[in-house]
């Protein structure tokens, strides 16, 4: 019995220790691997989060709107009687593009999240910001260049 006891807590060692360094090889590769998107875009996240912005449904539009660019993924939009933060469902490469694109609207006065495009890129959210969330995601946008 003593025999059998002592190769049953040997062998459940051994087990542990190639569990705990399994476990250690898996965190180690999960910590290598690249961060999605660029510091900007994870500082724009994380200002989002801290700053508990409220996420709208859509924001009021005129043909004097226009945008600041923060990265490819957010910008700032400058509506008919607001400032929004805008972000897209993927990178749009296309603001700085001199073709205007037909922008999708169910509305002519209204760009709603998920439904509507800026530019043929789909927004994926609108956050209502103030005039001082709008000067610190500039700056934030400004480590971009």
């Given at each position: 019995?003593?025999?059998?006891?002592?190769?049953?807590?040997?062998?459940?060692q051994?087990?542990?220790?190639?569990?705990?360094a399994?476990?250690?090889?898996?965190?180690?590769?999960c910590?290598?691997?690249?961060?999605?998107?660029?510091?900007?875009?994870?500082?724009?996240?994380?200002?989002?989060?801290?700053?508990?912005?409220?996420?709208?449904?859509?924001?009021?539009?005129?043909?004097?709107?226009?945008?600041?660019?923060?990265?490819?993924?957010?910008?700032?939009?400058?509506?008919?009687?607001?400032?929004?933060?805008?972000?897209f469902s993927?990178n749009?490469?296309?603001?700085?593009?001199?073709?205007?694109?037909?922008?999708?609207?169910r509305?002519?006065?209204?760009v709603?999240?998920?439904?509507?495009?800026?530019?043929?890129?789909?927004?994926?959210?609108?956050?209502?910001?103030?005039?001082?969330d709008?000067?610190?995601?500039?700056?934030?946008?400004?480590?971009?260049?």
């Amino acid at each position: 019995d003593r025999f059998y006891y002592a190769h049953v807590r040997k062998r459940a060692q051994m087990m542990l220790r190639a569990t705990t360094a399994c476990a250690v090889l898996l965190l180690t590769s999960c910590a290598a691997q690249p961060q999605t998107g660029s510091g900007v875009e994870q500082a724009i996240r994380d200002y989002i989060e801290v700053r508990q912005l409220a996420e709208l449904e859509f924001l009021r539009s005129s043909n004097r709107d226009h945008w600041t660019e923060l990265n490819e993924k957010f910008i700032i939009y400058k509506g008919y009687d607001e400032e929004y933060l805008l972000e897209f469902s993927r990178n749009c490469y296309e603001l700085n593009e001199h073709p205007v694109v037909a922008d999708v609207r169910r509305e002519p006065n209204r760009v709603r999240a998920r439904f509507d495009t800026l530019r043929g890129c789909r927004i994926e959210k609108i956050f209502a910001v103030n005039a001082n969330d709008v000067a610190e995601l500039t700056a934030l946008g400004e480590h971009n260049e």
